[in-house]
């Protein structure tokens, strides 16, 4: 196992980034004297490990919290918190555009300030690190130790000179951007999630190397502000992994924003030309050039397990796959939990949150709430935004589950009508005999919203037909939950069934 990352720089080192690494990575920080034993030892101040470490301390647990980078992790640094910023900054500059359909006349030569938008986008981040300090969390009660930590045995961790022994530990280092073996691609120069939002200036032309979640959030947004973006995708589609039906909404929107389409390629090499980096592929057969100023690889990501010295703990992981636990987020050392990215198949900020109440109540309290209770939703957040919650139908396939489908188009939605965004639908699946969901996808501008209704029907067991009978407000988008409640209703009425009821009127007439 290779040694770990290194602490990337945040650029530029104006005010914003500086009060940002003051907050959660600060230079004059000087670590406790490590207690006797602590109840619990928390490795990653990202998502996971805050939540862990917060809620064991506010149960009155000792513990240490160890963070070699910036609390925070990705999801404050290099993840929800600045991408969420600079989408929500290029849905602006779309309705700017779009806004002749409203009647609103804007007038010629209105254009996006990247260098501000990036600017705001750093300044709510410094804002919001606040919550994830050093500071913060030592006022909490907690050990807070700024270092490099690694296992030295079965139940002690070395940080920089201090040995912190542990009853429990849990490990959330998270993950990083994954890399791939293109030829000349490390040499030509590229970014990532993590290295994209240093961006102080607007490339004119910019590839995507990457049709998934994260690229293609990144180059809708990239090519509001202005930019030429281009996806080059392996898989004949982007978002490979959604509904098909919604994957084609949301790369008909990317095209219709300017965005090009490369998918199928096979990306033979990268080289430097000049002031260009010239990615050479294989698309239709035919071997083509794309010259650009800039490349984004967004191919997700991979688990953070370098130098952490696992063997010496007796956990098990693999580098691809991340720590191994089990259901009740067990190492293959029973004193040790794992939760978050380092650990999971779903590298979701609210995931990595609900895992650490898992190991809070089973490596504290000897609990077994088990990880596959868990019922997950994620979104991707284009415009529109596809969220989804379940199964998909193929996986229902694989599982012998037979289903029943009910999709509800937008265009029959008055409050999607008035808004101007009927490019969309919900979809459900239920178990065929009756209404229990066992999946959805919601295709909406703001999806995301919509879905935890959905989510909750499925946790709490709440059919398809019991949602036709709640009260949703008009006008509103989801309003389309209520409709498709009443077709799962509707199809319940069989010919027999319609007969009799026919009959009945008649004869209480």
């Known amino acids: 196992m290779g040694p770990p990352p290194t602490l990337l720089p945040l650029t530029p080192a104006d005010a914003h980034n500086r009060r940002l690494v003051e907050h959660v990575h600060p230079g004059d920080w000087k670590n406790p004297t490590p207690a006797s034993r602590y109840n619990l030892v928390v490795i990653g101040a990202g998502t996971a490990g805050l939540v862990i470490a917060a809620g064991a301390a506010g149960l009155g647990a000792k513990v240490a919290l160890v963070e070699r980078e910036l609390m925070g992790g990705d999801c404050l640094n290099f993840g929800c918190v600045p991408s969420k910023a600079i989408i929500r900054a290029s849905r602006a500059a779309a309705e700017v555009r779009d806004a002749e359909r409203f009647a609103v006349h804007v007038p010629d030569g209105v254009r996006v300030d990247f260098g501000a938008v990036m600017e705001r986008m750093r300044r709510l981040r410094a804002d919001l690190s606040v919550n994830d300090s050093a500071a913060r969390f030592k006022e909490l009660g907690v050990d807070v130790f700024i270092g490099g930590a690694r296992f030295s045995s079965r139940d002690t961790i070395v940080v920089d000179d201090a040995t912190l022994r542990f009853r429990r530990a849990a490990i959330a280092t998270g993950a990083r951007a994954a890399e791939l073996p293109i030829a000349g691609l490390k040499e030509a120069g590229y970014l990532t999630n993590e290295t994209v939002f240093s961006l102080t200036d607007l490339p004119r032309r910019i590839a995507v190397i990457g049709g998934g979640p994260i690229g293609c959030e990144l180059a809708q947004a990239l090519r509001r502000y202005g930019a030429e973006v281009a996806i080059l995708e392996v898989a004949p589609q982007i978002l490979i992994r959604e509904d098909r039906d919604a994957a084609a909404r949301v790369e008909q929107s990317l095209v219709r924003d300017g965005v090009t389409m490369l998918t199928g390629t096979n990306i033979v090499g990268v080289e430097r030309r000049g002031g260009e980096k010239v990615i050479r592929f294989e698309h239709g057969g035919t071997a083509t050039e794309l010259a650009v100023d800039e490349i984004i690889l967004g191919v997700g990501r991979t688990p953070t397990v370098a130098g952490l010295n696992l063997e010496a703990a007796g956990v098990n992981f693999d580098p691809g796959i991340g720590v191994i636990v089990d259901d009740y987020l067990r190492t293959t050392n029973p004193s040790i ?173």
């Not at 009508?417 to 295709?443: C, M, P, Q, W, Y």
């Not at 499925?458 to 398809?464: R, V």
Request: include cysteine; glycine fraction near 8%; proline fraction near 2%.
């Open 337 to 509: 939990y794992a939760a978050g990215d380092v650990c999971s198949q779903f590298k979701f900020t609210h995931v990595a949150d609900a895992m650490a109440r898992i190991v809070i109540r089973n490596a504290l309290f000897h609990g077994r709430a088990r990880m596959s209770a868990l019922t997950i939703p994620w979104c991707t957040y284009t415009d529109p935004e596809i969220a989804h919650v379940g199964l998909y139908e193929a996986d229902a396939k694989s599982r012998g589950i037979e289903l029943k489908t009910f999709v509800q188009e937008f265009d029959a939605i008055d409050r999607a009508i008035l808004d101007g965004e009927t490019n969309g639908f919900v979809k459900a699946h239920v178990a065929a005999g009756s209404d229990r969901i066992v999946g959805a996808t919601i295709v909406a501008s703001h999806a995301s919203e919509m879905l935890s209704e959905v989510t909750l029907a499925i946790a709490k067991g709440i059919g398809l037909g019991a949602i036709a009978g709640v009260i949703h407000l008009y006008p509103t988008q989801a309003e389309a939950l209520r409709k498709l409640g009443d077709q799962y209703n509707r199809a319940r009425l069989t010919p027999r069934v319609k007969w009799l009821f026919e009959r009945w009127l008649a004869w209480t007439r």
